[in-house]
């Protein structure tokens, strides 16, 4: 061990004395030679254009026994109809998961899975997708697995009803992150709300959508002349080529698309508010209307974004985030992009109480441009750091192939990144201080700020005018596959709600009931039993007390409050679209609905009868001035034996359903103390109502906010 060592310090030593004498000689890095970029000029793929119009682009790369291929589509989601946005997202989908004409999508996952290979669909603004990988034995039945995707799809509708639950799941928790709520938010100011672009999916507009729509979609935009595909990996390219040109030469040309041509609708400068009650953070972006990568000022801008909000040495970021420490993050510039305009923004991210300072911060940055340009220094450190990160976006084939093919797309010309380096060395500080006057105007920016506006070191409208923003949720369609909402009630279906309320003991005795106290033993999925405890005050307040592993968490939502507090973990709203969900539960309580029995305002229309167990139950569709509910009663004793409904769960929509059993009539008041709940027809829940109080005294703190206070520190 000693000689080891001795022998390891001796060796150190050696190496250390042998280092160059001139290192030693050197009195600063910056007096280090470093030498030019070499030329950099990649490979670049090989292009055919077959008589159908189909551009095809192959990059041989023979490191890996791997073949890759991407075909991309023009017609993407800016596309869609303005009714049915979500489209392209389940088209995109279901392409692949509905499987062929000849094949399901779980029979394809099969096949392909023992090959380690895949076949991948997707979509996005501009277009749609679909490739392929495998390895270079396996593409002959990987190939034909990708043709036969490419233009014989089924779309078969279980497939399509997953992806729209999967559509409503994103959409039930798009507020959940402030970034989310920013950027979507942000991106609605830049290009109208309307904008093709700034549209997002709706529960309404994705339910909208049909397996016809999907054929249609398909139909109207998957032709040879639509396609650019590109392959790369260990092939040889003549050989790729005739097996390409064998397998689509003789595909029929399809109709030109017409031209597209989009108006941007940039909001009014000025003050925008998301109010976010449940941080301590604010996100804020500053945004204007970008530009597009064609402008011959796109090489200008590139430096001065650099320089002025791209990395940890720009000016926003030393002055913001390190001279002043009122940013975590910050940064921005001239957006652009290649098919649309980009957006001009800056965003920070910072705590609530220094939002106003942050804003101020940034607006002074953005006119000190004028007084004190972007210099020589800092525009050769920006260029240095775009060309020495330049190889990066081109370090392997299949990014030269995926640039070539943006290219191609777009229209640009094939040598554009050829000259992209050599146009950066070009710009000079003139050029970059003539983009900055030229785009950058802190009067013109419209900015969002999504946070919790109690908290702000002054109020956002100490800076100017200030509009709020709506970022609530808008309900699912209220209709389910059975029946629509009635419209008006009908004779049998008011004598079947005053049967109903007879049955549960009189509207003299319902309408007396202005609070109720309910002891539950709630099992899901045949867990164990959970206590809940819930207090209703009639019409629209109710708190719910439950145990969880974590302690005793309560839920209450009001006309004016919606929050869950936990001891020791502190006080947090409810976002809005689950407190009105709560209330819905609320109005589709029993006892509310039938001290309502005779109330005009609600809607009770029968609609025959159906068989429940050895009933002919009758069944009820309520609605008016509460969502849609339908009941199904026994006609001889007046109980409600089911009941069904729309709700909204944690995962989106869903259809509700629920038996009723076990009627037991205490106090005059007739109700179900078991319920066994479903949803989308499974099983989920079983309640059983152990103790129900009326006319508890309730005290009215039992419903308002407490104080909030910082979570303790575990």
């Known amino acids: 061990m000693k000689r080891t060592i001795l022998l390891t310090i001796v060796l150190a030593a050696t190496a250390f004395t042998a280092l160059p004498q001139a290192s030693a000689q050197a009195t600063g890095w910056k007096q280090i030679p470093i030498p030019p970029l070499p030329a950099f000029k990649p490979q670049q793929p090989k292009r055919i254009e077959l008589s159908n119009g189909m551009v095809i682009f192959l990059q041989e790369d023979h490191e890996l026994p791997l073949i890759d291929g991407t075909a991309r589509i023009r017609g993407g989601s800016r596309n869609e109809p303005a009714g049915k946005v979500g489209l392209v997202d389940v088209f995109s989908e279901v392409w692949r998961t509905g499987g062929t004409k000849t094949q399901t999508g779980d029979q394809l996952d099969d096949f392909l899975e023992v090959r380690a290979a895949k076949v991948e669909t997707g979509g996005s603004s501009d277009s749609t997708t679909i490739s392929w990988s495998c390895l270079k034995g396996d593409l002959d039945d990987v190939f034909k697995v990708f043709a036969d995707v490419l233009q014989n799809p089924e779309f078969r509708p279980d497939k399509i009803d997953i992806a729209q639950k999967e559509e409503a799941d994103g959409i039930s928790r798009r507020n959940d992150q402030v970034g989310e709520i920013a950027q979507r938010e942000s991106v609605k100011l830049a290009y109208g709300a ?12 994705v339910s909208a959508v049909t397996r016809q729509d999907l054929l249609d979609w398909h139909g109207k935009y998957i032709h040879p002349n639509n396609i650019i595909l590109g392959v790369s990996g260990d092939f040889d390219s003549a050989a790729m080529e005739a097996k390409l040109r064998a397998a689509f030469e003789a595909w029929p040309k399809g109709p030109a698309l017409p031209k597209y041509d989009l108006q941007y609708a940039p909001a009014k400068p000025g003050y925008y508010l998301v109010p976010k009650d449940d941080v301590n953070q604010s996100s804020i972006h500053m945004v204007a209307l970008g530009t597009t990568r064609d402008n011959p000022d796109y090489y200008a801008i590139s430096v001065f974004n650099e320089a002025f909000g791209g990395g940890f040495s720009s000016r926003l970021f030393n002055d913001i985030r390190t001279k002043r420490g009122l940013a975590y993050s ?3 510039g001239i957006g652009t992009n290649f098919g649309h305009p980009g957006i001009l923004q800056v965003a920070m991210g910072t705590k609530s109480q220094s939002t106003i300072e942050a804003i101020q911060a940034a607006g002074e940055d953005i006119e000190n441009l004028a007084k004190q340009p972007i210099n020589d220094e800092e525009i050769q ?15 392997s084939p299949d990014k030269i192939l995926g640039e070539r093919m943006t290219y191609e797309y777009y229209g640009y010309p094939p040598d554009w990144l050829d000259k992209y380096q050599a146009e950066i060395k070009k710009v000079t500080a003139a050029d970059v201080n003539r983009v900055a006057a030229k785009y950058l105007h802190k009067d013109q920016f419209a900015v969002l700020v999504v946070g919790n506006s109690k908290e702000f070191d002054k109020p956002l409208s100490s800076l100017g005018s200030v509009k709020e923003i709506d970022i609530t949720i808008p309900s699912p369609p209220t209709t389910t596959d059975d029946n629509a909402k009635p419209a008006a009630s009908n004779p049998e279906g008011k004598a079947l709600a005053a049967k109903v309320a007879a049955a549960m003991g009189g509207l003299p005795k319902l309408q007396s009931i202005k609070t109720m106290h309910l002891s539950i ?9 959970s206590p809940i405890e819930v207090t209703v ?15 005793a968490l309560a839920i209450v939502a009001t006309p004016t409050e919606g929050f869950m507090s936990m001891a020791g973990m502190g006080t947090r709203s409810m976002p809005p679209a689950q407190k009105t969900e709560m ?5 589709h309580d029993l006892v509310y609905i039938a001290q309502h029995a005779d109330d005009p305002a609600f809607t009770f229309t029968a609609a025959g009868t159906e068989k429940i167990g050895d009933v002919d139950a009758a069944i009820l569709d309520i609605g008016g001035a509460i969502p849609w509910v339908r009941w199904y009663i026994d006609p001889k004793t007046g109980y409600i034996l089911r009941e069904k ?8 929509p869903f259809d509700g359903e629920s038996d009723l059993k076990d009627w037991r009539t205490e106090d005059g008041l007739a109700m179900p103390r078991q319920h066994a709940n479903k949803q989308n027809g499974k099983e989920t829940s079983t309640a059983e109502f152990k103790k129900i109080d009326i006319n508890p005294a309730v005290d009215p703190k039992l419903f308002a ?9 575990q």
């Open 645 to 652: 409904y729309k709700a909204m769960g944690q995962s989106g």
């Open 330 to 332: 910050v940064g921005g």
């Open 537 to 551: 005050a009639f019409p629209d307040s109710m708190h719910i007390d439950v145990q969880t592993p974590q302690g």
């Open 705 to 713: 906010k407490p104080a909030e206070k910082a979570p303790d520190k």
């Open 381 to 395: 450190h920006a260029k240095d750091g775009i060309l020495n990160a330049f190889i990066f976006r081109l370090d």
């Open 521 to 529: 033993a709630e099992s899901d999925a045949g867990a164990p039993p």
């Open 194 to 205: 309307d904008n093709p672009y700034a549209r997002v999916p709706e529960y309404a507009t």
């Open 583 to 587: 209330l819905s539960q609320l109005h």
